[in-house]
């Protein structure tokens, strides 16, 4: 058993929808074990800055529905330095703070992992990005509230898709994972999906839309932002020199795939997983990511749980092909 | 009192929420007062290829609440000439269709006017576009729901803008028209609306901006894809220039605006709209359009129902300005 | 020109979505023009027992998306008696308030009449109620949110009916008014509505859900919680003695009608009045409800702002017949 | 491998969101392998009246986000006798069909398994149900919607409950599984989660609710229609007894939780359950249903793929009780 009293939570790196359900779950399970429980402001910049207070039951009162994170989140320049890192750990050390719950991506776990070798002090990670790209949880916090958000707005898209008998290209996030666009893929029945872990394979693509026009009056191509094509403008110009008479529109989904309310896997996730942060700290545990694999809350060192690039699960490309006939 | 029997009814131009519903309308308020009634597909481009079919009260079962149009819409090089429309009127006669409900923009009401010349058959058309450009009708069918999309994805930009303390310029549908950028923009708390119809002043954005930075950790500037200042990069570029610190972001919401399910206002818009439309027919009205103003049923020629440029609400430009303080 | 230099907003009655646009409206006009701006929370309640306290634009941020309302409402039996109004007055006077916006129903207006006559203190009213049953505006705030929200439940409601060839009989608010009720069921094409001002015809209601049964696989009646038939259970009972063999259910939507982000409808409306009242308050004027009429926003004595019992219009009565083939 | 040739599908059961997805899904695959696809309507009624028709690619062409499901589905008093079976099985055989998909819960299969025992034909359960009480699966076709509607509708309750300070009691779907309520007891921030599954423990509660008043303004009871205090009504009874001064209402949900568009979890789940589907019966399987385990599609026979009664996961209670501070 260890011998913590004063946490702090933190949201960094960009930011994703179940956030605060998280946030929510530290405050509360903090202060279910009698721990006294900080927030930090804008994620390390703040634990540089000293933008440091203390939450109570009430500071995460009607917060699990609400997208982004309250605690706000940065870049920070400063962290990166040695310096940073000791003028964050002396504001730490003001509060007396002896434990933290970092909520992000594998570069918020990188700076972590330098931070505890620093300065020694017990953190856990839990993952908050809606890329679903780390190794150590089936799901990350966001992860199905921002396809949710890109399967509503196809599903908009291709009422005028309908109308027209129009071939959309859309893109989706996913710099270097393709998960985003697979899943959402599939659950809007698109024609073809163009993903960073496979190269492109244009002649079937093309053939797929030609084979394809019989059955279908519309048709969408969901692309991955960091697919090797370029973009979809640039798919899009492929597919027009190919067959010159489609109707083609190209949409860019953009930033609402970060906000909106959390999805209800989202928010049990971020509470469960806020929960266990906390019970993995009071049992002594740190420099670990906190992850749901097959149902069980699991710990992955900070090592480890980093982008597991190219981990597609081919059997999903495979439905892609099957049901867009 | 007209001895119309066979009506039929159609959609064209851009697609918007609620078509369905008015063509619904039409249908049943057809057969309600005992006529044929038929569609024809893919607006004045089915009239001239003979893609007419008619319609019975099931045809239009569980349609009111989707967006698109299942007649679908097209562009017609062939109807605007004469001997495409000549094609088209022979298709109509063989069918006896003596009546048509056409639902489009200005555009539509343009052919339609073309087509009474030269054929002589009574047109009634609703003013079915996103834009709300027409003069004679308050609201146009689609503009409602075509906010209601706007505004749900700016709350979502919302939550990650507050996340990072961003300023987020969002491109709203609107080329000749501010008023989708407006309403939108009042709806969202926006900083500033940049809209066709009122020159940009710079100055005053730029000091807003600067001026509100203490009251609000995100801004959001609306503009519509039409203003003078070259759309929403553009804008983005000179914010940048003056303030080279500020974290911006640019979204370009595009054709996600068209779809979705219609609202209430949409939805009894084109109900009553339809049901007026074929009891005009039926009065021996012709060469109008149907639009509510003030609550009433009201008939423009469509001469007159032309798009309304200019036509700001000044009161509204205010209350931006008051409530972005 | 009026010399009120310290203004105090407060809501009241049942919430209404949209009520925190009202609010940041208000507050932020207020400091447009140079004024202090409280908030009273608890409506008369809070004024009776002090619950008063400054706001500033940082109060009201990020609030325009949020359904209910931040300053909470309650009942106050304190504030029906002059002494309870005496208190409200005295710790007005503590804060030097000197003008008042209040938002509610008639309710509120009565009330806000009594304080006027006794303490001669100028008070301007909002309409926020979703019953849009009040004399002066075509629409009150929140009433569009409402039947927004009734209607997408019924659409999920339709999906389940039409699975299993049901009839529904959908309870929706409106003790004494059946607008919710008519607007509603024109937008979800039920084939029946039933609303306190007319009375029910069953034998029409049962030969229409028999008539209907050949172009329809579901069949949906919307009741508005007033009407003189009982309710929906009522209503069922009725049905099934009839029609025995019919696979009926009832649903009463309740709550879930008074909450949500409100719609772009009510955003406007709420911020176009809440500029128009703290203007009004300027402009010397007091002892009346600000509406929108025709677009323009219109100022109603509080003594004729009073629910508008029978209005109904017959033309929308008229197209539920028709659609509902 | 089998000789399969012809295969139908049909659902049966209760509606739920994802059906259609499957339907798809089914048809699509069977395409793909160069089966003959036909659809049955309204389930082993529609099987036993001869309601079977082929389906291609377009008879599913953008119905994969529609709730409901287009082959309905409906009780079959005549398939629970040896001679309705046997009709059934006839009117396969005329068309030829040699393979069955059943979409529903556990009731389905044992209809399907004393099918197969008579008839020897094949058929691959699929899981379809929003209660997610089949071994089996970690996630029926259907749930994940189910919830998420669940959640939307206590969030716009949450709304009202603050505005007032009040006390709400909601009641949500699971007769003999309180898996509903309690994954989306946590997602609303539920102060206390009702269950059949578990006694209700009435001090405890009562305490709960007297300790959570200080922090938060409203306090939200989810409860699953078939706890054993007797429904939402009666749970509310025994509170207003202990704290009469609570301002209290109650909620029933009812049906609206059995449609809406399905989320991409339902729809990939679906997808991938149709594909395993058809895949299984080409593979020589029969009597299994196809579930989804940690990822992994898995057959279980349909002796096994009944109710998981008790089967609640405790650490989810535990969350519900620290989260609830």
């Known amino acids: ?27 509360r399970t903090g202060l279910y074990y009698n721990l006294n429980v900080f927030g930090i402001g804008r994620g390390y910049d703040g634990m540089v800055h000293g933008d440091i207070f203390p939450m109570d039951a009430k500071s995460v009162a009607n917060i699990i529905q609400r997208g982004g994170t309250i605690l706000k989140t940065a870049r920070s320049e ?53 890329d679903n790209d780390l190794v150590g949880t089936d799901f990350t916090i966001g992860y199905d509230t921002a396809i949710n958000t890109v399967i509503e707005a196809v599903d908009k898209i291709r009422d005028t898709a309908e109308s027209h008998d129009r071939v959309f290209v859309v893109e989706v996030m996913g710099r270097d994972s393709g998960l985003i666009a697979l899943r959402s893929g599939i659950s809007v029945g698109a024609e073809c999906v163009l993903i960073p872990e496979i190269k492109v394979d244009y002649e079937a693509m093309m053939d797929r839309l030609d084979r394809t026009r019989k059955n279908k009056a519309s048709r969408v191509i969901i692309v991955a932002e960091g697919e090797d094509a370029g973009g979809a403008f640039a798919v899009a110009e492929r597919i027009k020199e190919r067959f010159p008479h489609y109707d083609m529109r190209v949409s860019i989904l953009g930033h609402i795939q970060r906000g909106g309310s959390p999805t209800c896997m989202d928010r049990v996730l971020a509470s469960r997983l806020g929960v266990a942060a906390v019970e993995a700290l009071l049992e002594g545990r740190r420099g670990e990511m906190a992850g749901l694999i097959h149902g069980q809350a699991t710990f992955t060192p900070f090592s480890k749980a980093i982008k597991h690039l190219g981990g597609i699960n081919d059997n999903l490309l495979r439905i892609v092909d099957i049901l867009s006939l």
């Open 78 to 130: 400063e962290f990166r330095t040695a310096s940073g890192r000791q003028r964050a750990y002396e504001n730490l050390q003001k509060q007396g703070i002896d434990g933290l719950v970092a909520i992000g991506g594998d570069g918020t776990f990188t700076g972590a992992t330098k931070f505890i070798e620093e300065h020694n002090i017990p953190i856990i990670g839990l993952p908050g990005t809606i």
């Open 1 to 27: 058993m260890s011998n913590i009293k004063n946490i702090a939570v933190f949201t960094s790196g960009g930011d994703a929808p179940g956030m605060n359900a998280a946030i929510r779950a530290v405050v």
